[in-house]
Nanobody, 121 residues
Framework: QVQLVESGGGLVQAGGSLRLSCAAS????????KAWFRQAPGKEREFVAA???????NYADSVKGRFTISRDNGQNTVYLQMGSLKPNDTAVYYC???????????????WGQGTQVTVSS
């Protein structure tokens, strides 16, 4: 059974940092791109960042310069280092896997269950 399991969410003050992790099991996801999406209350899920197997990255404009996506292929894990957090970063954060790097969520076949990030003002 393929699973993506996120961790690292929590409550943080504005300006603070958090590091999310997403561990995969059930397959190695060789050559798969990994991504982070988020969904705030009452809003649609949106793209945050993505990374290829070879570590090329892509970011949403709203997080450029504040968030960094990385991956450890040996550990089958992807990370999202979030800094300078703002209240409007509050959302459930999901990791996902796809065969190609893209911001289009319909291209991602595998999803985690999400982890809550809450940024207080």
């Amino acid at each position: 059974q393929v699973q993506l399991v996120e961790s690292g969410g929590g409550l943080v003050q504005a300006g603070g940092s958090l590091r999310l992790s997403c561990a995969a099991s059930g397959r190695t996801f060789s050559n798969y791109a990994k991504a982070w999406f988020r969904q705030a209350p009452g809003k649609e899920r949106e793209f945050v960042a993505a990374i290829t197997w070879g570590h090329s990255t892509n970011y949403a404009d709203s997080v450029k310069g504040r968030f960094t996506i990385s991956r450890d292929n040996g550990q089958n894990t992807v990370y999202l280092q979030m800094g300078s957090l703002k209240p409007n970063d509050t959302a459930v954060y999901y990791c996902a896997a796809a065969r190609v790097i893209t911001s289009q969520q319909q291209e991602y076949a595998y999803w985690g269950q999400g982890t809550q990030v809450t940024v207080s003002s």
